[in-house]
């Protein structure tokens, strides 16, 4: 076990890597000018080169990702070009905005997905699994930000059950958290579907069934237990992917997280946050799978021999 740890460990470390280098380059490519954004569209070429100077702009490639990684090696991301301070405190300030919005996205998208995916699987091939199936296409194709208009304009705008945006109350993290939950169902439902229908068709199901146990107890006590190990890796990848990809939710909700901030930073052409922030997704997801996959073994006995 310890041998396996420290073997994703390694991974885990070179995959950060690999995201840093990639995501440094890539902002390196950029037209835009971070020290012409700061220095603002009146400022002389000068004072333009004298911003780049100070920022370090003006350095090779390597060099400026060399003098990152080395920050990185210290438990420093950088100094926000705009906002003067340091990334990792900014990302810290955002953070708790951001769990707080991620646990109850992954709390209503695995509520829905789940009893959604048990119910189609109860009704293989019957109109009820038809229609769940296709809401759940729809649910996983569907934008982001259309998601969010509508849901505002219903619940919002038009019946006033919720607020347009704001954040410190229960009110106020319904809408966002429906928006993530209902797009992420979908997908907790169909694999929940295909994992239910392959349990209830196990020999261990039809002993069940023939000992007389009601339906009620063979679903909730036999079924669902083993059809529930690919949600736990499911939900070890949205904590990443929830982490970074609610940029769009926050920002139309006003949800002051760690996604609202990367959406300023890249308006601002801000570097040093963009490249926190998507170090910060990058580990989360990495922590996620790591978590998922100790987790897994703890539930399946057959995982924990093999």
């Known amino acids: 076990m310890l041998n396996v740890l420290a073997k994703r460990l390694v991974q885990s470390a070179l995959i950060l890597l690999g995201v840093a280098a990639i995501t440094f380059v890539l902002l390196y490519a950029l037209p835009a000018d971070p020290a012409r954004m700061i220095a603002g569209r009146s400022a002389t070429p000068q004072t333009v080169d004298n911003i780049r100077h100070e920022l370090g702009l003006d350095q090779s490639l390597l060099t400026q990702f060399l003098h990152y990684l080395n920050g990185l ?24 905005a951001t769990i707080t919005l991620m ?56 019946l006033g059950w919720f607020p347009m ?12 958290a429906a928006t993530l939950g209902l797009l992420g169902a979908g997908w907790y439902a169909r694999m929940v579907r295909s994992a239910m229908i392959d349990v209830l068709n196990q020999d261990f199901i039809r002993t069940a069934r023939a000992k007389g146990l009601s339906r009620r107890r063979i679903i909730l006590r036999h079924a669902l237990p083993n059809a529930i190990l690919p949600i736990i890796a499911m939900i070890g990848i949205d ?34 946050i963009i490249m926190g922030v998507t170090l910060t997704s990058a580990l989360a997801i ?11 073994p703890l539930i399946d006995p057959r995982i924990r021999s093999h």
Do not use: C
């Not at 091939?125 to 769940?132: I, N």
């Not at 769009?248 to 002051?256: I, Y």
């Open 73 to 96: 090696l210290h438990g420093d991301l950088g100094r926000s070009y705009a906002q003067k301070t340091q990334v990792m405190t900014l990302i810290l300030a955002r953070l708790p």
């Open 239 to 272: 904590i990443g992917q929830f982490m970074g990809g609610v940029v769009v939710v926050e920002a139309v909700f006003g949800w002051p997280g760690i996604g609202q901030l990367a959406w300023q930073a890249i308006q601002q052409v801000d570097i040093p």
């Open 103 to 158: 646990a109850a996205g992954i709390f209503v998208e695995v509520l829905l997905g789940l009893t959604l995916g048990i119910i189609a699987a109860l009704d293989r091939g019957g109109p009820t699994d038809r229609l769940v199936m296709a809401s759940a296409f729809v649910g996983v194709s569907a934008p982001q930000f259309v998601v969010a208009l509508l849901l505002l304009y219903l619940f919002a705008a038009t």
């Open 165 to 176: 945006s704001g954040y410190g109350s229960f009110s106020n993290i319904v809408l966002p």
């Open 286 to 296: 990495i922590l996620g799978n790591l978590i998922a996959d100790l987790i897994a």
